[in-house]
């Protein structure tokens, strides 16, 4: 851990000493003209850690999720995967060393049918392939993979697997987009605002898969809805104007004077952190 | 059972197509079956990569100026000349495409419109010398006879351009079933999902650039060997529209689209423009109208009322067709 503050280090997050480092960030800066929207931020993320980024509009949680998927390449500073440096690599190249992601806005194809967009998000990483593969395979032939039926089943798609995806709810949608992530078994999820926009009914089946991966997957999710995903958290970084405010047990994190007044803007009481999330 | 459901509707189209000949003059069924092998590239660029070209002129040229220069200069074998035509096609696509597909779509049109402008003019005056201008290249009477099919014969041209337009429908169907193709239609709508689950679309638009153009260099030869002459007009900037016309009137992405497309724009050029002078403007108005009732063009109407017809009454295989993206 490269602690944005001292004395963010609780008991939960301490257990993670002895894992292996997933990301680490050294100094990362991402400017856009003269707006530094991510500003000198070193992070660690450990395996097997489920880690949340929260912040104001405009914290910099988006870009920094970006500059680690590689959507940007940043500034200054390194982004180190898995121990290799990976600042300067492509978004395939860190998909194909086991990172993947799923945006804020859901992001699908939606002129393909729901178990075609399985079969795509599948068959690339586990097929290991190249182009010749791509034409040489029809996306019928996979649709039986077991890994594709099985994430069918995970994610209560079964029902829509003939749709086309422009057809579904937005929180269908959601759940194929996640489903899209985890099928291909990274060794970390980059969730950004999954739960955006969606009905508590929706929320709760997300957060039910999401459970499940719980201890055994790498996670790091940008939130708003902090309530929901504080309960299985084991640690949350807060981040203003660009800069990481605090690191560490989520509890500690959303009892700190400087995090309430940034992220909530407003003076609370120490003990009352629990009444904002709830 | 699933295969004979997968060929049924190409068997159909095919012996359809056929039929024509019995009902319309050869010249028009052979124009027909051309301008369909050379509207089906365009129709996969734009149905299902994205990207519109208003160069596609440019490639039928090189297939049918690579074809001429063999007949005219070299050999005598038609055969031969379409393949050459067709391998002109690859290396051109492949010179050009790594540049081209870089490009978003509005860029992409313009830059292969300019293309076309270029070769257009090469061909008109840079290399007079052995392009003749104008005049063009006349080599009719050079092409040899060749056995089975005799291709300077224009009712064996037919079963030819009847042939090669089954193979080629046949790999593009083929195409549209595969993880490429899925891959096509998810760069068009999605390139940064498709990046984000390592695919590379630099990749995958290059391939889907030379497939599309190759073909239209295929045509490009056909025509050659089936006109025997040859000039710059082939590539001429005021007709780069024509294969997104045919396209957009068949049904833009549709597989069939192309064929209904060229039947439609060639029949009406034929009959309209024996009673009206200005026949391109009953065409502009009829595109408008496609736009403005939702893109379809004929065969993406046609196709869904058909498909259910047969589902009320299965047929062999009828029912089928469980398309991605509305092919």
């Known amino acids: 851990m490269l602690p944005a503050r001292a004395g963010f280090r609780s008991a939960k997050v301490s257990s993670m000493a002895g894992r292996a480092e997933i990301i680490r960030t050294e100094s990362v800066t991402k400017r856009f003209g003269g707006v530094i929207a991510v500003d000198q931020v070193s992070y660690l993320l450990q395996e097997n850690e489920v880690a949340g980024i929260i912040g104001s509009n405009g914290a910099g949680k988006t870009t920094f999720f970006n500059l680690l998927s590689g959507y940007y390449l940043p500034d200054e500073g390194i982004i180190r995967y898995c121990g290799e440096d990976v600042t300067t690599m492509t978004p395939q190249q860190r998909v194909a060393r086991g990172m993947t992601r799923t945006f804020q806005l859901t992001s699908t194809f939606d002129n393909l049918s729901v178990v075609d967009n399985l079969v795509l998000a599948f068959f690339r990483i586990h097929k290991k392939a190249n182009l010749l593969q791509l034409l040489l395979h029809t996306c019928k032939s996979q649709r039986h993979e077991p890994k594709v039926v099985k994430a069918l ?43 955006a926009g969606l009905a508590e009914s929706e929320i709760q089946g997300i957060l039910g898969v999401l459970r499940m991966h719980v201890g055994s997957q790498t996670i790091l999710i940008v939130e708003h809805k902090l309530s929901h995903v504080q309960g299985f958290l084991q640690r949350l970084t ?24 940034s992220y909530w803007q407003i003076e609370v009481p120490p003990d009352a952190s629990g009444a904002i999330l709830s | 059972m699933n295969v004979l459901r997968w060929w049924w509707s190409l068997v159909l189209t095919f012996a359809l197509l056929a039929l024509l000949r019995v009902f319309v003059p050869l010249p028009f069924a052979n124009e027909i079956m051309i301008f369909s092998i050379y509207t089906v590239g365009c129709n996969f660029l734009l149905g299902r990569v994205g990207f519109i070209s208003f160069g596609q002129p440019a490639y039928l040229a090189v297939g049918a100026y690579a074809a001429a220069f063999y007949f005219y200069y070299f050999g005598t074998n038609p055969y031969v000349g379409i393949l050459i035509g067709v391998v ?47 005049n063009g290249l006349w080599f009719l009477t050079n092409l040899s006879s060749t056995p089975v099919l005799d291709l300077t014969r224009p009712d064996e041209f037919f079963v030819f351009a009847l042939l090669v337009g089954f193979v080629v429908w046949a790999f593009y169907k083929y195409l549209d ?52 002459f040859v000039s710059p ?10 294969p997104v016309i045919v396209t957009i009137l068949g049904g833009v992405g549709t597989l069939y689209g192309p064929i209904v497309g060229a039947i439609a724009y060639t029949g009406m050029k034929d009959v309209l423009s024996k009673v009206l002078g200005n026949w ?31 589902r009320r009454a299965p047929a062999p295989g009828a029912a089928g067709e469980s398309k991605v993206g509305g092919r």
């Open chain 2, 88 to 134: 002109a096609g690859i290396g051109v696509s492949l010179a050009v495409g790594p540049l081209f597909v870089r490009l978003r779509s509005d860029y992409f049109a313009l830059v292969n419109l300019a293309l076309a402008v270029i070769i257009y003019y090469f061909m008109q005056k840079v290399l007079v010398d052995i392009t003749h201008g104008d």
């Open chain 2, 280 to 310: 391109e403007l009953v065409i502009g108005f009829l595109l408008v109208f496609i736009m403005l009732a939702g893109e379809k063009g004929i065969w993406g109407t046609l196709e869904p009322l058909l498909l259910k017809a047969f």
């Open chain 1, 153 to 195: 089943e995970t994610f209560n798609l079964q029902d829509l697997r003939d749709k086309q995806v422009k057809h579904l709810s937005l929180g269908e949608k959601r759940r194929l987009e996640i489903a899209m992530a985890v099928i291909a078994e990274p060794k970390v999820l980059l969730l950004d605002e999954p739960l």
């Open chain 1, 238 to 261: 807060v981040m203003h104007e660009g800069r990481v405010i605090a690191d560490g047990d989520p509890e500690e994190c959303l009892r700190d004077p400087e995090v309430r007044r």
């Open chain 2, 177 to 228: 079933d595969t993880i490429y193709g899925a891959c096509c239609l998810g760069s068009k709508i999605n390139e940064d999902k498709l990046k984000f689950l390592g695919y590379n679309n630099y990749s995958i638009r290059l391939v889907a650039f030379v497939i599309a153009n190759t073909t239209t260099a295929l045509a490009g030869a056909m025509y050659a060997v089936y006109l025997g």
């Open chain 2, 233 to 242: 007009e082939i590539t001429s900037p005021t007709r780069a529209a024509d």
